[in-house]
Every structure is written in structure tokens, then in C-alpha cells.
């Protein structure tokens, strides 16, 4: 069945340092991978995608994604993070065919010190 | 132009209570999702549908759950006889191609049952 991954609940970093959140996916067929950002109390946005071609994908607030088929990871970076990063963090994998839902992994939960 | 909106924000229902949850999709949209996002975790997949279709209510947890689309545009979600662990936050997500690749999310309906 299919599944996402999020190993990291919880993670504090300083303003300024780098970020990188994971995500394992579990898919039979090329996934179309997907990060979003929930804010409290907000909806979801989306922050990139990846559907085919170049596996490092630019999105918006400075983030970017690599999609390794090897290591079924779709991991979020960001070189310098800031204090309105601070937020909940999901991956998602697209289910493809006539629906594509979305399945979702439980999100990291990133804090920021200043 | 405007987002998907969802009413009410806030919803707190006796147990046994009927609710009616409103979505409002990006005008023009195809395809119209509805995601169940309980405490801690990641939203799950409920319902979908594609104008005024539901082609698919596998995520629906039990025939207490029942999702509308009448018109192609406003969705509605109902649950009867709420119970305590239909508390969570609901989503409502469109697209505007079938199967909708790419999901737009509306900030959501948070349901309280007491």
C-alpha cells in the first residue's frame, strides 16, 4: 500500500541555519511528490511539486526538493531559515489514476530559535 | 482571484448532532476534494469529486458520513449523528483539471464534538 514517511516529528532549528526534512515514500509507480506548509489555523499551501524531469525541484519561500528514486526520498531543504518558517511541514505522495488523492505523511513540526 | 473558503471556521457539536460543513471551491474547478485531519496527524483522504460526480468516497469512515456537489461547485459535507471521534479538522481542497494534480486547500472546518 501506499505510504509517506516523516521521521521527524519535531525539529528546532536556529534562524539562519540550514534545513533538510525527510521523507520516504512507498509507491509502486513514478509518484508525484508534493510539500506543503500549514500555518496555525490556516489551510495547507503548497510549497513545490514534482511530477517528471530535473529531480530538483525549486519552490516558493526558498525552498527546494530532490526527488531520489533510489532512496525513495523527496526530502525539503532550505539554506537559511527564518523566523516565519516556523510551521508544520507535510509530504505527500499523489495517488495518480482518476482521483489522485493525496496521501499524506504525520508532518514535522519545525521550531525556530532565534 | 479568490481561494477555496469553507464555513463555518468552527463548528461544536453535541454528540448525536447532525453538521453540515460548507466548501466554497476556486470558481471553475473540476475537481473537489474533502480530507479528514485529525490531532497530530496528517490529512486523510475522504471524498472526491469530479464536477458533480463523486467518483470515489473510499476514505468516508462510515455511512454516517455523506458528501454533495448538486451543482458542480459548492460541496457540502454531512455527518450524522456525530460521535466524540469525528472531532478534527476538515479540508476542502479543488483543482481545476481532472484528477487535479496540483490541490488548492481551503483553511478548514474545525469540528468539535462534546
Known amino acids: 500500500a501506499q505510504s509517506v514517511t516523516q521521521p521527524d516529528i519535531h525539529i528546532t532549528v536556529s534562524e539562519g541555519a540550514s534545513l533538510e526534512l525527510r521523507c520516504n515514500y512507498s509507491?509502486?509507480?513514478?509518484?508525484?511528490l508534493f510539500w506543503y506548509v500549514q500555518s496555525p489555523g490556516q489551510g495547507l499551501q503548497l510549497l513545490l511539486k514534482?511530477?517528471?524531469?530535473?529531480?530538483l525541484v525549486q519552490g516558493i519561500k526558498g525552498f527546494e526538493a530532490e526527488f531520489k528514486r533510489s532512496q525513495s526520498s523527496f526530502n525539503l531543504r532550505k539554506p537559511s531559515v527564518h523566523w516565519s518558517d516556523a510551521a508544520e511541514y507535510f509530504c505527500?505522495?499523489?495517488?495518480?489514476?482518476?482521483?489522485?488523492?493525496?496521501?499524506f505523511g504525520t508532518g514535522t513540526l519545525l521550531a525556530v530559535q532565534p | 482571484g479568490a481561494g477555496v473558503s469553507q464555513s463555518p471556521r468552527y463548528k461544536v457539536a453535541k454528540r448525536g448532532q447532525d453538521v453540515a460543513l460548507r466548501c466554497d471551491p476556486i470558481s471553475g474547478h473540476v475537481s473537489l476534494f474533502w480530507y479528514q485531519q485529525a490531532l497530530g496527524q496528517g490529512p486523510e483522504f475522504l471524498t472526491y469529486?469530479?464536477?458533480?460526480?463523486?467518483?470515489?468516497k473510499s476514505g468516508l469512515p462510515s455511512d454516517r458520513f455523506f458528501a454533495e456537489r448538486p451543482e458542480g461547485s459548492v460541496s457540502t459535507l454531512k455527518i450524522q449523528r456525530t460521535q466524540q471521534e469525528d472531532s478534527a479538522v476538515y479540508l476542502c481542497?479543488?483543482?481545476?483539471?481532472?484528477?487535479?494534480?496540483?490541490?488548492?486547500f481551503g483553511p478548514g472546518t474545525r469540528l468539535t464534538v462534546t
Open positions: 481542497a479543488s483543482g481545476d483539471t481532472r484528477g487535479a494534480n496540483e490541490q488548492y
Open positions: 509507491y509502486g509507480a513514478t509518484p508525484y
Open positions: 469529486f469530479q464536477n458533480e460526480a463523486q467518483l470515489d
Open positions: 505527500a505522495v499523489g495517488y495518480g489514476g482518476a482521483t489522485n488523492k493525496l496521501i
Open positions: 514534482y511530477f517528471s524531469g530535473d529531480t
